[in-house]
C-alpha cells in the first residue's frame, strides 16, 4: 500500500462520506482560544539552561485530518464522538475497491491510535486558527492546490514521498499515516531532529538571520531560535516543485514561503508541536494548526520505503498504455 494511493483514496473518498453526515444545523460560532503553553514543574533542562528534549524519543500515531470537517462541529471532541468519526472514515475508506485488494489496508489505516490529544483534549483537526478550522487560501491558490497528483507525468514531477526522496522531514510535519517518531539532538550552537520515517535528520543551527542563498535543499534552509522555553524553526526556500501539500486538504508552502514551527515541552510525556506558512500572496489571513508529540515507550525503528521500486514505474507504465490505447483510436 503505498501513500499515494492512501492519498487518492481518502481525498475521493471524504466528500461524499462527509457531506451525508453534515448536520442539519449549522454549529455554533467558533472561538479561537489559545493552547495553553504552562508547563509542569521539574522538567529535564540542558546544561545551558534550555527546555531537554532528548531524554524521550517522541510519537505520534493519530488518525490524520488537518481541517475542520462535518464529522465534528467542534475542536475538542469526547471519546465517544472521537471513536465515531474514526469509524466512520475507517469504514468509508475501507469500502474502496483499491483497499480491499491489499491486505494490509486495514492495518494501515485501522491501526492509529484515534483522533489527536493535546492536553488531555480530543482534536478533531489540526487547523485551531482560523477558529473555524479551514486553511484561508485565497481563491486562486485554492485553484492551484487543487492539482491532482494524477496531472504530473513525469518522473520527477511527481511526489518526493512516493518516490522516497522526503517522507516526513520537510517542514511543516502536518500528517503521518503510521507510527513516526522524533528524537532530538541539542547543543548550544545546534539542534537535530531525526524523523524515524524515512530515517530522516533535520540539521539546524541557531541563528538570528538566514545565511545567503545556496544549492537547495529538501528541507529548505532553516534557523532555529528560542523563545522562552519554546524552540522556534523558521524555514525558507523550500523546493517549488514541492508546494502542494496534503492529503484529505491541499495548502501551500511555495519557495518563497515562511514555515514556522514552535516545539514546547509540557510535560515529562508531551511536546507540542505548533505550526503556520506565511505566505500573504496565498492566504488571506494568519493560521496555526497544532498537535502533540507524546513520549514512546519503545527506541526508533529502521523505516524503508519500497514506494520508488515499485509504484513509480507501475504509475509511469499505466499511463504509457493509457497514451497507447487512445493513439489507437485516432
Not at 113 to 139: F, H, M, N, Q
Not at 211 to 226: E, K, L
Not at 252 to 267: G, H, P, Q, Y
Not at 289 to 305: K, L, R, V, W
Request: glycine share 6%.
Amino acid at each position: 500500500m503505498t501513500r499515494l494511493l492512501l492519498a487518492s483514496a481518502c481525498a475521493a473518498l471524504l466528500a461524499p462520506l462527509v457531506s451525508a453526515q453534515t448536520p442539519a444545523s449549522p454549529p455554533p460560532s467558533a472561538v479561537y482560544t489559545p493552547t495553553s503553553l504552562q508547563a509542569e514543574p521539574g522538567l529535564p533542562r540542558t546544561p545551558d539552561g534550555r527546555p531537554d528534549f532528548q531524554s524521550a524519543v517522541w510519537a505520534t500515531n493519530f488518525f490524520p485530518v488537518f481541517e475542520a470537517s462535518p464529522l465534528a462541529a467542534t475542536l475538542v471532541v469526547s471519546e465517544t464522538e472521537s471513536k465515531a468519526f474514526v469509524d466512520t472514515m475507517v469504514k468509508g475508506i475501507m469500502s474502496h475497491p483499491e483497499f480491499n485488494i491489499d491486505p494490509e489496508g486495514h492495518v494501515i489505516i485501522g491501526g492509529t491510535d484515534g483522533l489527536p490529544i493535546v492536553r488531555g483534549e480530543r482534536r478533531s483537526r489540526l487547523i485551531v486558527l482560523p477558529a473555524d478550522g479551514k486553511v484561508p487560501l485565497t481563491p486562486e491558490a485554492k485553484k492551484i492546490a487543487s492539482v491532482s497528483s494524477d496531472e504530473k507525468d513525469d518522473y520527477e514531477q511527481r511526489p518526493s514521498g512516493e518516490r522516497c526522496l522526503v517522507l516526513s522531514g520537510a517542514p511543516p510535519a502536518f500528517v503521518t499515516i503510521s507510527y513516526n517518531r522524533l528524537q532530538f539532538i541539542q547543543t548550544r550552537d545546534h539542534v537535530v531532529i531525526h524523523g524515524e520515517n524515512g530515517d530522516e535528520a533535520r540539521i539546524i543551527r541557531f541563528a538570528a538571520d538566514h545565511s545567503p542563498a545556496g544549492p537547495a535543499t529538501w528541507y529548505g534552509a532553516s534557523i532555529a531560535r528560542w523563545d522562552g522555553d519554546t524552540l522556534i524553526i523558521e524555514t525558507i526556500r523550500q523546493p517549488q516543485g514541492e508546494a502542494i501539500r496534503g492529503l484529505f486538504s491541499k495548502f501551500l508552502v511555495n519557495a518563497d514561503a515562511k514555515v514556522i514551527e514552535r516545539f514546547t515541552r509540557l510535560s515529562q510525556a508531551e511536546l507540542l508541536y505548533q505550526f503556520t506558512v506565511e505566505d500573504p500572496k496565498v492566504y488571506t489571513a494568519p493560521w496555526l494548526a497544532e498537535y502533540s508529540f507524546h513520549a514512546s515507550d519503545t527506541g526508533m525503528f529502521p523505516s524503508p520505503c519500497h514506494e520508488h521500486n515499485y509504484s513509480l514505474p507501475n504509475i509511469l507504465l499505466g499511463q504509457r498504455m493509457a497514451d497507447l490505447k487512445a493513439a489507437k483510436k485516432h
